[in-house]
């Protein structure tokens, strides 16, 4: 089949309440994340999928078997040193010390946010990929409608877009999962899919994880928990149909690519 699937997911510290001046102490931060991280993978390993995890490397050194747990069976990369306050001049040593907790090589880079991140100091820093691209417009964090869809080379760097419908380019990234209805968000996966022969989606741990309590709006926190970890089951059992799930890492090597 030619049609590919890539699930990705961004393991990182809970700091997303601090970006709404609610206080969380950093222990909760990893807890929080550890918790929906457990339960994400418990659904993806039970239906077979090979998956991309970005991780930031603190949350790795906090969760050292955790993460080797999961570099058994799924590919590694980096999502930064840290979530919170993360700067471009660790690009380098967030790759070398992931590498280090996992004995396997780092090829890929997803920037906290989904903010732009310069493809020569990805280069520079060793890395092969990046997947910081979120091809839309969203309203106060960033305009890349001018953007390719899909993968593209720059400065010796392959970029992995996050997907977007054609024409429209209406984001598929976690916030349309959980926020509009199932049957619609399944109809525009399958309609980008079948165009683009890729669909590559964006999960977070801390989704997964009981935060319904927390004072955030409720685009973020709902559903949350078991409830999403039922809406993603059947989500993927049902797009399994249409195209073979692959890692970023597997995608590359499919697809031949001049870079790798
Ligand atoms: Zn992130």
């Known amino acids: 089949m030619d049609r590919h699937i890539l699930i990705t997911i ?14 969380i102490s950093d222990d909760d931060t990893i807890q929080i994340s550890s918790q929906g991280t457990e339960r994400f993978f418990n659904v993806i390993n039970s239906l077979n999928i090979p998956c991309t995890a970005f991780i930031t490397t603190h949350f790795a050194q906090k969760k050292t078997e955790l993460i ?17 306050n993360h700067v471009n001049d660790n690009l380098a040593s967030s790759k070398i010390d992931i590498e280090k907790i996992i004995g396997q090589e780092v090829l890929g880079f997803r ?8 493809t020569k100091l990805l280069c520079e820093s060793g890395y092969l990929y990046n997947s910081s691209l979120n091809p839309t417009w969203i309203p106060g964090r960033y305009m890349n409608l001018n953007k390719p869809r899909l993968p593209f080379s720059e400065n010796k760097i392959i970029n992995l877009p996050i997907s977007v419908t054609p024409l429209l380019r209406f984001p598929l990234f976690w916030i349309t999962f959980k926020n509009i209805p199932i049957d619609i968000y399944k109809k525009l996966c399958c309609w980008t899919l079948k165009n683009d022969k890729y669909l590559h989606l964006l999960f977070h741990p801390w989704e997964f994880a009981d935060i319904k309590d927390f004072n955030l709006p409720n685009y973020i926190k709902r559903p949350c928990g078991n409830d999403l970890c039922d809406r993603l089951s059947d989500f993927l059992s049902w797009i399994s149909q249409y195209g073979r799930f692959l890692t970023c890492r597997q995608y590359i090597e499919y697809t031949n690519h001049p870079l790798f």
């Open 10 to 23: 961004d393991i990182e510290e809970f700091d997303i309440p601090r970006e709404f001046g609610i206080e």
């Open 68 to 84: 080797r747990s999961i570099a058994e069976r799924h590919e590694i990369a980096s999502h930064g040193y840290y979530h919170t």
């Open 111 to 118: 920037q906290p946010r989904l903010m732009n991140v310069d």
